[in-house]
T-cell receptor, first 113, second 113 residues
Framework: AQSVSQHNHHVILSEAASLELGCNYS??????LFWYVQYPGQHLQLLLK??????LVKGIKGFEAEFIKSKFSFNLRKPSVQWSDTAEYFC???????????FGSGTQLTVLP | DVKVTQSSRYLVKRTGEKVFLECVQD?????MFWYRQDPGLGLRLIYF???????EKGDIPEGYSVSREKKERFSLILESASTNQTSMYLC????????????FGPGTRLLVL
């Protein structure tokens, strides 16, 4: 069963538009949450992560994500996207005491100049 | 900076061949992982290792095996390559613990003819 869902497969925005990418997980226990990004031709890299504390976490390049426990969600946001944000974005979770990540299917973001 | 290197960026093999994919990390990480990345499916875990000579099956281990003889090196083996193993293979490493960032290599794009 899919533990992590990213409902938007491809999002196209114009520069300066606001971005929100959805991520939901299906697990009732403790989770550690991550967003990774893969820019064209580059390695997958960490954007931000959440373990505990303030549910609003800030990452690199102006991205932030909010953990809403009651909705099992960890949506990624950016108030104003740039052309350089064109990339594939992956939500991932570590369930409970596991060591391994479970990834969502990814969202391809295309930002038009 | 953490560096994860993979032995090949591109590989073309024939059906039935034995294929070795090598991954090396230089940060003394305990955990190492092999994923395959396919469009629309995100990253799926094949195998991981949390110590030398230790291995755990991931979500899709069939048709694959792994070897970890040294801490810094984690090899993925396709015993008899098949066309459905054509994919992008990503290696990652992390410190032990379930809150640690995974660092990814550049990937090996494997084509099985």
């Amino acid at each position: 069963a899919q533990s992590v869902s990213q409902h938007n497969h491809h999002v196209i925005l114009s520069e300066a538009a606001s971005l929100e990418l959805g991520c939901n997980y299906s697990y009732g226990g403790t989770v550690n949450l991550f967003w990774y990004v893969q820019y064209p031709g580059q390695h997958l890299q960490l954007l931000l992560k959440y373990f505990s504390g303030d549910p609003l976490v800030k990452g690199i390049k102006g991205f932030e994500a909010e953990f809403i426990k009651s909705k099992f969600s960890f949506n990624l946001r950016k108030p104003s996207v740039q052309w350089s944000d064109t990339a594939e974005y992956f939500c991932a979770v570590i369930l409970g005491s596991a060591r391994q990540l479970t990834f969502g299917s990814g969202t391809q973001l295309t930002v038009l100049p | 900076d953490v560096k994860v290197t993979q032995s090949s960026r591109y590989l073309v093999k024939r059906t039935g061949e034995k294929v070795f994919l090598e991954c090396v990390q230089d940060m003394d990480h305990e955990n190492m992982f092999w994923y395959r990345q396919d469009p629309g499916l995100g990253l799926r875990l094949i195998y991981f290792s949390y110590d030398v000579k230790m291995k755990e099956k991931g979500d899709i281990p069939e048709g694959y095996s792994v070897s970890r003889e040294k801490k810094e090196r984690f090899s993925l083996i396709l015993e008899s390559a098949s066309t459905n193993q054509t994919s992008m293979y990503l290696c990652a490493s992390s410190l032990d613990g379930n809150q640690e960032t995974q660092y990814f290599g550049p990937g090996t794009r494997l084509l099985v003819l």
